[in-house]
């Protein structure tokens, strides 16, 4: 089954499900539905950072701040967060990531439900190659000086995401 093919829920601009389709059919016609961002942290408190594979269907070759994805038909934010962590990451036992805030993200690629999580990994990572096509930990300061240059394109639904998180004050310490 390709990405394209996979159910996804449609919800309203309450966040109700309405229905399900296939992704490929939401992300043609603009359907509302459901995305998780998961900030993953290093034992020193770095950000993972990575750039998306060109084969991506929505911001291809585009750099990341959090990993996620979308929630598939029938599935929780918290389930979905844990799931794509553990995914994208290439990870196994990774902890439940902690939910943080959610907002409904409108701009360019369409609109969806966008449930912001965090979670600490401490084990080695090992990025799924069909997803990730770079990736490094990044202290806080880089990743806002790498923003601020220009030079990377940022996926815009992460960028919305990291700086509402980094408007809602200092990230926690573990």
Sequence with gaps: MSAADEVLDVV????????????G???????????VFVQAR????????????????????????????????GE???RAALREAGEELGVRGLPQPKPLFKFLYEGPGGAWWSYVHEVRCVLPVSPQESEVDWYAFLTQEELDRR?????????PDGLEAYRRLRASGPPPVD
């Design 12 to 23: 309203d601009r309450d966040d109700r499900v309405t229905g399900r389709a296939p992704r």
């Design 76 to 78: 929780s934010y918290a």
């Design 147 to 155: 923003i601020g240059d220009g030079e990377w394109p940022w996926v």
């Design 25 to 35: 059919e939401v992300y043609a016609r603009g359907l509302l539905h459901r995305c």
């Design 42 to 73: 290093d034992a020193e408190g770095r950000i993972f950072v990575h750039r998306r594979t060109a084969s991506k269907l929505v911001f291809p070759a585009y750099y990341d701040m959090f990993v996620g994805g979308v929630v598939g038909a």
